[in-house]
Nanobody, 123 residues
Framework: QVQLVESGGGLVQPGGSLRLSCAAS????????MGWYRQAPGKEREFVAN???????NYEDSVKGRFTISRDNDKNTVYLQMNSLKPEDTAVYYC?????????????????WGQGTPVTVSS
């Protein structure tokens, strides 16, 4: 019903920057909270940041002051600007969204995940 497509990952040197994007498409009535999680090799997936439809944000402590989450409600797109990247930021980054979707004549709330985009921070 809803597809999340991430882009913007890649290889960057320590101290560098990347901007991730995640565009949602499908039978979306309303897009609620959107966010980013990440999973490093051998570790569990962890929360990075999220943003409500109204623009309120939350960040994991280790990324505060370095990462900025934003969204474009008209485009159902969420962004993650990552600055001052560190090797420990290396992970696959997943987009997450809670959407109200149209199912026949009903509105239902569901959580969706993107396929992930890899970020490698290395010299």
């Amino acid at each position: 019903q809803v597809q999340l497509v991430e882009s913007g990952g890649g290889l960057v040197q320590p101290g560098g920057s990347l901007r991730l994007s995640c565009a949602a498409s499908g039978s979306i009535f309303s897009m609620n909270a959107m966010g980013w999680y990440r999973q490093a090799p051998g570790k569990e997936r962890e929360f990075v940041a999220n943003i409500t439809r109204g623009g309120s944000t939350n960040y994991e402590d280790s990324v505060k002051g370095r990462f900025t989450i934003s969204r474009d409600n008209d485009k159902n797109t969420v962004y993650l600007q990552m600055n001052s990247l560190k090797p420990e930021d290396t992970a696959v980054y997943y987009c997450n969204a809670v959407a109200i979707v149209v199912v026949k004549t009903l509105l239902e709330g569901h959580e969706y995940w993107g396929q992930g985009t890899p970020v490698t921070v290395s010299s």
